[in-house]
Every structure is written in structure tokens, then in C-alpha cells.
């Protein structure tokens, strides 16, 4: 078991949800973030170590080589804006 990191912010799910990618910066930085709802402690957020970190890493690069999903030529704007007339 790895051990616990020196520093430890806690935050409400919202914030959790509003600031993810500071609080990701933060974990990755060795802080560990215990995210509660109402309150309580339901996740902890803390870096990724050795093997793991690697295989997270070769996940978010295959993730990126993916071809991005297309809408057949049919422009998002126009599908937002139609039901706004």
C-alpha cells in the first residue's frame, strides 16, 4: 500500500465537478482530494504510481489516436439551432 500523501484538500462534489481538471493538477502533484457528497467522504483522488501511471498514459494516447465521431456532414450549430426557431 503506497502512503498517504503529506497534504489533503477536501471538496464538495459540485466544486469537485466545476474545478476537475485544477483538482487532477493537484493529485498529480502528490495532494490527495477526498470528495464528499452532503458532507460525507464518498472518493479519494490521488496520483497514479509505477506500472499503473504507464498504463494510464498508452489508455489516454490510444484514446486520442481514435478517429472523432462525425455527424455525416450535418453541422452541430444547425442541429442546436433548429429547435430554437
Excluded: N, Y
Excluded at 481538471?21 to 490527495?32: C, F, H, S, T
Excluded at 509505477?50 to 481514435?66: H, I, N, P, Q, T
Excluded at 472523432?68 to 433548429?82: A, N, S
Aim: aromatic share 2%.
Amino acid at each position: 500500500m503506497a502512503p498517504r500523501p503529506a497534504k489533503s484538500t477536501t471538496v464538495g462534489s459540485f466544486e469537485a465537478k466545476t474545478h476537475l481538471a485544477a483538482l487532477i493538477d493537484r493529485a498529480a502533484a502528490g495532494e490527495e482530494v477526498i470528495i464528499t457528497r452532503r458532507g460525507k467522504p464518498v472518493a479519494r483522488l490521488v496520483a497514479m504510481e509505477g506500472e499503473a501511471d504507464a498504463d494510464a498514459r498508452e489508455a489516454v494516447e490510444r484514446l486520442r489516436a481514435m478517429p472523432r465521431p462525425t455527424l455525416g456532414g450535418i453541422d452541430w450549430r444547425e442541429l442546436r439551432d433548429e429547435g430554437r426557431e
